[in-house]
């Protein structure tokens, strides 16, 4: 399809520095090609992503509180992962100390919770041992030592 140059109203539109003005020179959808994103609207508040040589996709935001994912292929808008509020629970943190056979355990380590007892800071135990698997969130030596036996912990899983 070709379509005809009205040199007349172009020239209307240059401004004096030679450019077309984009407000009154251009009209109707701005394809890729030339800079566009191949539409004239967007529904407000959603996010675009890249889509190659194609107009953009777009994500809405979806329930309040959702977050922006990563499925590791697109973005998708989801429900952030739950946090627990029952002591022990995915997500929640506890002072313990580290029983396990091999020590010291470092910041951002992970252990059995069946290692861990929670303790107050003197390192005396004020529970029993946990399920799942802890990340530790500062320092903590085996039980075999006296000293830095507390330590807080985050359950990941």
Do not use: E, H
């Amino acid at each position: 399809m070709t379509q005809a140059l009205n040199l007349g109203l172009l020239g209307n539109n240059v401004n004096t520095s030679g450019q077309v003005s984009l407000t009154a020179g251009v009209s109707g959808t701005l394809p890729l090609a030339n800079g566009g994103i191949g539409t004239t609207t967007l529904t407000a508040n959603n996010v675009l992503l890249g889509n190659g040589g194609s107009s953009p996709q777009v994500v809405a935001p979806g329930a309040s509180g959702n977050l922006l994912t990563s499925n590791g292929t697109t973005w998708t808008s989801a429900a952030p992962p739950g946090i627990s509020t029952t002591a022990g629970g995915i997500g929640t943190y506890m002072m313990a100390r580290y029983d396990g056979a091999t020590g010291p355990i470092t910041f951002g380590a992970t252990v059995s919770g069946v290692d861990l007892k929670p303790s107050n800071a003197s390192g005396n135990n004020v529970g029993s041992a946990q399920s799942g698997t802890w990340r530790c969130m500062g320092y903590s030596l085996n039980s075999s030592v006296s000293q830095n036996l507390t330590t807080l912990w985050v359950r990941i899983s």
